[in-house]
């Protein structure tokens, strides 16, 4: 059983509330199309239910800590060096459509540097979590990155950009030259479960650009401790701040991130 801080027990227990709130939510979904709420009206508000939640625990927990949540202000604390990275609901698209993959994550930032992150998925009850220099875990198990060898028995997952946003032609060029060199890719619809999913070893690798920092900040300490790589899409850069990532266990980061990041 792993050896759990007061501050990640916090975090697990703002999830939990968040999840109870948005579970409720989620089961409303499927009445939206016969009626006349907007669906995107509906999920934003679901999205903000979950978000106070979060914050009311945290900040009750933690009052100087800052706050960057997705649904709210950016709030600097009276501690300068510590703020929470929140997403309430991540994999949006999916809970509106009803698909059953989606997560809240919520991590902890000391002096630039993520220390502490959860990633909680309520409709399998899956909790991610870890703390710097204390291993990484999925529930009560220890998570390690995958440990296959071969890139042709491995599975990649990536985001695509859709609507409006940048980078279509790029990441559909980084598509044609991976797939023939692997067994598959997704496209899951949860930054933050792509990189909980790298964490654990079902994916081999995940990489996306266009990101926000509530996307991957708990993911980021969540891979690290599973003995994964992190890198930002240009080199040297911070992903939190640039929003692009690759994450991949230390078995094929090199070839992989030479397939990309070209
Ligand atoms: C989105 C998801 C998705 C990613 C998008 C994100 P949201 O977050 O993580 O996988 O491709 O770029 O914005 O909007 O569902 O919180
Ligand atoms: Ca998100
Ligand atoms: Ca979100």
Known sequence: MPNQSATINVMIQAARKAAKSLLKDFAEVENLQASTKSPGDFVSKADLRAEKIIRYEL?????YYGWVGEESEETIGKDPTRRWIVDPLDGTSNFLHGIPHWAIS???EHKNEITTGVIYDPIRDECFFAEKGNGAWLNDKRLRVSGRTQMIEMLFSTGIPFANKSGLSLTLKEIESIMPKCSGLRRDGSAALDLAYVASGRFDGYWERGLNSWDIAAGIIIVKESGGIISSLKKGENPIS???????SGKVFEEFSNLIMT
Request: charged share 20%.
């Open 106 to 108: 919520i991590a902890l």
């Open 242 to 248: 640039n929003g692009s990532i690759l994450a991949a």
């Open 59 to 63: 900040e009750k927990a933690r009052p």
